[in-house]
T-cell receptor
């Protein structure tokens, strides 16, 4: 399977715990995006990487959130001191560096986080 | 006001019907317009993208962009029960990497 993969698919955690999600993009894609999606809403942009550089971070991303993409390959999204409001689907997407194809984002299956 | 507005539905149609899904937007700088399909508890799947104004056709799907009205549409011909999903419109500005999504329209196609 050469698509975007995410791990874990589901995560249940208690409020106050830290969680980390992983995303493996399509191998030739140098652009990687993280989104958050809540029920009945479209994905909301969180952050963007071009290779290993984090070029944009949404105001939605509080200081409790951090994302990394070492060596421009896989990426991790960490949430510290989780709150119930963090419960959502966290989606990762990647896109090609080439021309207009960069606007075609390919999504992974998402990680569903439930904070109890 | 949201940058991208999309009627959440649900929209229920009989099998074989022509479906029309729409979005309006407020940012005139948007030039790239995408449609995604999302099945329940899955990630969005890119259906089509269009640059600037005009039409684009791919099989049973046609995307239309009217920049003068800030209005985009997706038409599905000969709809099938397997088309039942949430359809998300999305938009980007040239050179940008931040894509803005609509809330999605839930579509049900009844056999």
């Amino acid at each position: 399977d050469t698509g975007v993969s995410q791990d874990p698919r589901h995560k249940i955690t208690k409020r106050g715990q830290n969680v980390t999600f992983r995303c493996d993009p399509i191998s030739e894609h140098n652009r990687l995006y993280w989104y958050r999606q809540t029920l009945g809403q479209g994905p909301e942009f969180l952050t963007y990487f071009q290779n290993e550089a984090q070029l944009e971070k949404s105001r939605l991303l509080s200081d409790r959130f951090s994302a990394e993409r070492p060596k421009g390959s896989f990426s991790t999204l960490e949430i510290q001191r989780t709150e119930q409001g963090d419960s959502a689907m966290y989606l990762c997407a990647s896109s090609s560096p080439h021309g207009e194809s960069s606007y075609e984002q390919y999504f992974g299956p998402g990680t569903r986080l439930t904070v109890t | 006001q949201k940058e991208v507005e999309q009627d959440p539905g649900p929209l229920s149609v009989p099998e074989g019907a022509i479906v029309s899904l729409n979005c309006t937007y407020s940012n005139s700088a948007f030039q790239y317009f995408m449609w995604y399909r999302q099945y329940s508890r899955k990630g969005p799947e890119l259906l089509m993208y269009t640059y600037s104004s005009g039409n684009k056709e791919d099989g049973r799907f046609t995307a239309q962009v009217d920049k003068s009205s800030k209005y985009i549409s997706l038409f599905i011909r000969d709809s099938q029960p397997s088309d039942s999903a949430t359809y998300l419109c999305a938009m980007s500005v040239p050179g940008g990497f931040k894509t803005i999504f609509g809330a999605g329209t839930r579509l049900f196609v009844k056999a």
